[in-house]
């Protein structure tokens, strides 16, 4: 087979290797983009019309500087690519008072300067009718909140790196690769063997088979998101309704306007999430995930709480605190990797591939990325 030669190539171009392709193509560098299923798919975690965007941000406070970046990076790609990614309704974290969530999300917002506003669950119920809270739960509203049209978002990006100049490749998986005496990389794939002086891997749950150090450090599992058939959709409609998370005794839920498909889209709980092989084709989720999803609105939206009308499964890739891994691979700084994004990744995609790219560039990001790195787990 013969060898091609690249300046970076970009294994996995879901939502981050997306923006990552689309970061370094736009810097002038030749990019190949390597995709082990159809662009677009709904085998990973970027399936489903569209993902949560919140700046107040419970899981962390060191987080906020790369969601505002993401933020405005989601505006600016839409923009050059003449489609509306970014859809700002206002978030709301919902909890029990004392819990936790709000009082992280809030910490955040006090952090960072963010707008926010604390609310009584019946200031929440008055604002936003759709839902009925236990009582004892408040809110923290934060009026830049919103979702990413996430679908359209890796067409976008994709779109967007071809038009300055990179090769993207669906239904190519990478199979191996191997560090060079030069400082490079040689990679395999069943169509050729191509060659780059960087090598950036986005695989999401196939990430360990590229990067073995993370064998032990990451797991993949199936998540359960659903669209039901509201009986007053005016409640929930883009424009009344926020984006939200839900935290009760059942779990904790994340949900969303309507947009696009006729139902209501729920999805969780988030640690009702089951394991899984991402080589197992089906994404079915289970009875038991659809059943709680569907107690959840039963309880808390009754007026969306209809029959299903799509239901599907999401894979994630979850590190063992839920924080992501950025790093590069050990003993090979010219290998970059971004995973485990732990179910609340995709909002960060823009910022990260411009990361990624910032890495593989000059070895530097303006973020703190000590965080994410993977000899955390060391200590």
């Given at each position: 087979m ?12 879901g ?31 970027s ?11 419970f899981?962390?406070?060191h ?7 993401a933020?405005e ?7 050059q690519?003449?489609?509306k990614l970014?859809?700002v309704t ?5 909890a ?8 992280s ?15 009584e ?24 909140g919103?979702f ?11 779109g967007?790196a ?6 993207i ?5 990478l ?13 395999r ?11 950036v891997i ?8 590229a ?11 199936k998540q ?6 509201t ?5 929930f ?12 005794e059942?779990?904790?839920?994340y949900g969303?306007?309507?947009y696009?498909?006729?139902?209501f ?7 009702g ?15 038991n995930?659809?059943?709680l ?8 939206l009754?007026?969306?709480a209809?029959e299903?009308l ?5 894979v ?11 790093d590069?691979?050990?003993?090979v700084?010219?290998?970059?990797f ?9 909002k960060?995609a823009?910022?990260?591939?411009e ?15 000590a965080p994410?790195s993977?000899?955390r787990?060391a200590?």
């Open positions: 013969s060898q091609h030669s690249y300046d970076v190539i970009v294994a996995g171009v939502a981050m290797g997306s923006a990552a392709c689309w970061h370094l193509a736009q810097r002038g560098l030749k990019v190949l983009g390597l995709e082990r299923f159809d662009l677009g798919h709904a085998m990973g975690s399936h489903g019309l569209s993902r949560i965007i919140r700046l107040a941000y899981e962390g406070s987080y906020v500087p790369i969601v505002r970046r933020h990076l989601w505006a600016e790609t839409g923009r690519a003449g489609l970014l859809h206002g978030s709301l974290d919902l029990p008072k004392g819990g936790g969530p709000v009082e999300s809030l910490q955040s917002c006090l952090d960072h300067g963010l707008a926010h506003e604390v609310l669950g019946a200031e929440v119920m008055r604002r936003f009718p759709g839902f009925q809270l236990p009582a004892g739960h408040i809110g923290l509203w934060q009026p830049d919103g990413v049209a996430s679908e359209k978002a890796i067409y976008a990006h994709v967007l071809q038009s300055h100049g990179a090769d490749r669906t239904n190519e998986p199979l191996d690769w191997t560090p060079t005496a030069q400082g490079g990389v040689i990679v794939t069943e169509r050729g063997t191509y060659s780059a002086g960087r090598l986005t695989s999401g749950g196939w990430i360990a088979d990067v073995p150090a993370l064998s032990q450090r990451v797991n993949t599992v359960a998101i659903g669209w039901f058939t009986h007053r959709p005016e409640l409609r883009e424009g009344a309704f926020p984006v939200f998370i839900l935290s009760v059942e779990g904790s839920f969303f306007p309507l696009e498909h006729p139902g889209k729920l999805g969780g709980p988030h640690f999430r089951e394991p899984m092989d991402p080589r197992e084709p089906d994404r079915t989720p289970s009875e995930q659809v059943r999803i569907r107690e959840c609105l039963t309880r808390y009754p007026d969306a209809g299903p799509t239901v599907k499964g999401c994630y890739t979850v590190s063992p605190d839920e924080d992501f891994i950025i590069t691979v050990p003993g700084p010219q290998a970059l971004a995973s485990a994004c732990s179910g609340h990744g995709f960060f823009s910022a990260i591939g990361i990624l790219a910032d890495l593989s560039t000059t070895g530097h990001s303006p973020f703190d990325l994410f993977l000899s787990f200590a």
